[in-house]
């Protein structure tokens, strides 16, 4: 089987930002500014994973554990630090609600806009835009500027944008959470057909149950560092300390 994500030994830091005293400034200045003013720490420190093509994958861990961020370098929106991330094939999901959908334009506009930044040429997105606008369940809003959107609708738009882009691997943040019941069970039920379509999935999620549902392997990840890797239910032992 061929690799579909290779990420090796990254790290990434980030500026704990925490307000100096006036003494504390002085004296950096005095000092000619030597030093650093403010403290860094490793929100993913030494991380290395392969993903197989086909493999679904949950991504666990506590709070602030690097989750997010780690699927952030695979989708590419973010950099590290040092180490290098690779991916085969068109990566697409959703990580932030709305990024990559601007306030100003319509629903429609946003289709075109959204599908052009995940790769879909423009005749791809004409063919489809019917299905992606019935998908979303947006109706008749899909005229409206996507800034007078509430959370869901916003998320059901991009939901249905990123799987007709027909990814290679496809990454889910906790978002779905913000989606009503009934759109839940839809998204889950698609990307339950994704993974049977061999495609690769890495999911972020709290929700325990449904991630034994859609994957097989789990990595939990701990103060930025993966600290289990192994069948999904193993990991969600480890995750309840079971
Ligand atoms: N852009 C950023 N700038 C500064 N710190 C950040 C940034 N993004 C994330 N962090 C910090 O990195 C750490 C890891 O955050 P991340 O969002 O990856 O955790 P997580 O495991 O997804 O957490 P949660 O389960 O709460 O969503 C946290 O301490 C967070 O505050």
Redesign the pocket.
Known sequence: MALAIEIAGIQ?R????HTRSLKETVLWLLKGRKGDLSKT?A??NDVSLTVEEGETVA?L????????????HISGV?LPDTGTVRTRGRVAGLIEVGAGFHPDLSGRDNVFLNGAILGMSEKDIHRQFDSIVDFAEIGEFIDTEVRFYSSGMYLRLAFSVAVHTDPNVFLI??ILAVGDEPFQRKCISKIKELAEAGKTLVV?S?DLELIGQICRRGVV?EK?RIVHDAPVAEAIAHIRGQ
């Open positions: 990434k980030f500026a704990l930002r720490f929100a993913l991504l861990g506590f709070n602030g554990s690097g989750k997010s961020t780690l699927l952030k973010m943040d906790e972020v709290h990840l930025g």
